[in-house]
């Protein structure tokens, strides 16, 4: 009697298990990338500037600085593959004001149809006039986060947000990785 019991109860967690499992690459219930996490016009930080976009796509066309040299570039500067849903990005952004910006700090997030798939933050501290800062950030994604880019035609928004001590500017460039 208990064989029976046991494997009654393995049928049930494979059968569980293999719900969730489709739930997860699919998108569908309650798990991390729903619907609640949405890429809309607000930013997380306050007093933010909103500037033009770096890289290829359309860039910059959430808003743009009233300044005609941007305080920030931002340049995507290599992706490399590490994996069928991973990739390494190298970036640099480059402190063009006239002044040293203090408290650098770079966080970026990558949306595909309104859902943040990623995010990561790196810390550039003081960043003096003309001087550059270059990170290497690996992007894996989970395949249920791959499969929403897939059905979002491989189009992905990129929001890249320069934090220091006096204010944050964002970055937003559209592209498409299909």
Not at 8 to 16: G, N, Q
Not at 148 to 155: A, H, L
Request: include cysteine; hydrophobic fraction near 30%.
């Amino acid at each position: 009697m208990d064989r029976k019991h046991i494997a009654i109860a393995a049928v049930v967690a494979v059968v569980a298990l293999g719900g969730i499992a489709g739930a997860l690459i699919t998108g569908i219930g309650p798990f991390p990338g729903g619907d609640e996490g949405s890429a809309g016009p607000s930013t997380p930080y306050e007093d933010t500037v909103v500037v033009g976009g770096g890289g290829s796509g359309d860039g910059g066309g959430d808003g743009g600085a009233t300044e005609s040299q941007q305080p920030f570039t931002f340049v995507i500067q290599e992706i490399t593959k590490c994996g069928q849903t991973c990739r390494d990005v190298n970036a640099t952004i480059t402190n063009q004001q006239d002044q040293t910006a203090e408290g650098v700090e770079v966080h970026s997030e990558i949306y595909t149809d309104g859902d943040l798939i990623w995010e990561g933050t790196s810390e550039a501290g003081a960043l003096a006039s003309g001087e550059s800062y270059t990170d290497t950030k690996r992007v894996k994604l989970s395949y249920g986060e791959a499969f929403k880019v897939r059905q979002n035609d491989g189009q992905i928004r990129v929001k890249t947000y320069v934090r220091t001590d006096e204010t944050t500017y964002v970055f937003s460039d559209q592209r498409n990785v299909s």
